[in-house]
């Protein structure tokens, strides 16, 4: 199995910048790609932002431009480098992954969760 866990999140004005941070963990495991959603109240949750294990991204229209994905593989951390946050990039923050564990296949993993609220 493979756990994530999520940092960063908090509260932070319009404008402003915050860095979510995703450790993976767990044995027998290769982690392919990960990536970042995010679910507002009352809202689906969706994709922000998408990373594969060579470095390819992919990004939702919404934050193209201010927010960038990385990775570490050595490290098995995801970050989220968020910067110009507006008030519609409040909401749960959420890491995943997809990872193939020795003995059960591959599968998507997900965190607990950080909450980003942007005020106005």
């Known amino acids: 199995q493979v756990q994530l866990v999520e940092s960063g999140g908090g509260l932070v004005q319009a404008g402003g910048s915050l860095r979510l941070s995703c450790v993976a963990s767990g044995t027998s495991a290769v982690i392919n790609g990960m990536g970042w959603y995010r679910q507002a109240p009352g809202k689906q949750r969706e994709l922000v932002a998408v990373?594969?294990?060579?470095?390819?991204?992919n990004y939702a229209d919404s934050v193209k431009g201010r927010f960038t994905i990385s990775r570490d593989n050595a490290k098995n951390t995801v970050y989220l480098q968020m910067v110009s946050l507006k008030p519609e990039d409040t909401a749960v923050y959420y890491c995943?992954?997809?990872?193939?564990?020795?003995?059960?296949?591959?599968?998507?993993?997900w965190g607990q969760g950080t909450q980003v609220t942007v005020s106005s």
């Open positions: 995943n992954c997809n990872a193939f564990v020795y003995g059960t296949g591959a599968r998507d993993y």
């Open positions: 990373i594969t294990r060579r470095g390819n991204t």
